[in-house]
């Protein structure tokens, strides 16, 4: 049972964060393009709006189906447990220690603490990723700046280091027990002084490898209102199948491109008025967003279901659909290619100059309509 006086605190403070769209790891997928309830919705979580939508999940679902309906190259390796591990990918970004489904409230208390620690401009880059992920320098994870002066370049060459990591994952360009220190290797100069950037600095994580980094699993003792124990990852499984981390990796990135449509996240051409996101016939982008400049509650108006969730892809523009396809289609055929036959310098390509083109490369971090 929790003090009602902390919940009250932490709902307040809840959303200092880069999180859009929703997420619900209570839910399963079970075949159907709608996620079911599996897990016991905590009443707790059923307050906190972020955790009730399966937004990201069936985007996902959608995505994949649409891959496998229209037989695209790739398509014959969609089974149910691939789309499992994919979605397991599409909530990693809002949950990179797996506290979710079974420790919701350390989660949620664990998010609290990020909160309150990143208004006093506490968290650096020696704080787990779940604290950075959300309320500090990895919020290229939800297509956003980490801050207010970041620019428009600087935001998306993290976004597509990231997108060349997780996608040289994905394809098995990097087997997924690569230490990160010998990840150089595998990666062009930006994206290697990436990793050493986030990942790696002053010796950390250095034998880390994307597989033990896509599966952990940890938990954390929450003693509120301001002290939280140790992080306990000894849950993690060290030696998880290579089709899993690959396909957790994928969902990671898809995460990525998802967040890019969320009209909190992106500013993107074409204008149109209202706080609500749209996902088909959208264009260059105008701005990143930063969090610490906008309205918490504005910013969640576009984090539910977008508008057109549901209205056919359109003719102009960038479909989230459709873009995040070609990538699953191109990932999951490269995985039967050769290593040097890798296709991940065209999907980068693809992104520069498509959806994550720049009108105004040294625009600051905006905040949208969401100020
Ligand atoms: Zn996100």
Redesign the pocket.
Known sequence: MINPFILAALLVTYGTN????DINPFKEYNGGAELVQTFEQPALEMMVSSIIHPVHEELTVKTLFLVRDSHMPGAELIDDDLIKKVIRGARW??DPLHFLPEYPRQWLMNFERASELAEQGGINENFDLFYRSHHADLQF??AMASTETESAQLTRNAILSWIELTYKVASGYIPVQTPFRKLGNFLTPRTAQFVKKYFTKNGRRLNWTPAYLFSLKCTREVMPPSAVGVLDCADTPWLPPKQDVQNIALGSLL?VIQ?SFSDSHVTRHPDYEGNYSLIHGRSAVQAFNAYQKQSIRLHRGADSYPRDFDQPLQQQGFNLEEVSAEIISYALSDRKRARHQNRHAIVTAKLKKGLFRLLEPNAEAGSGKYK
């Open positions: 880069a999180l859009a769209f970004n809002d994870l939800h995460h967040d």
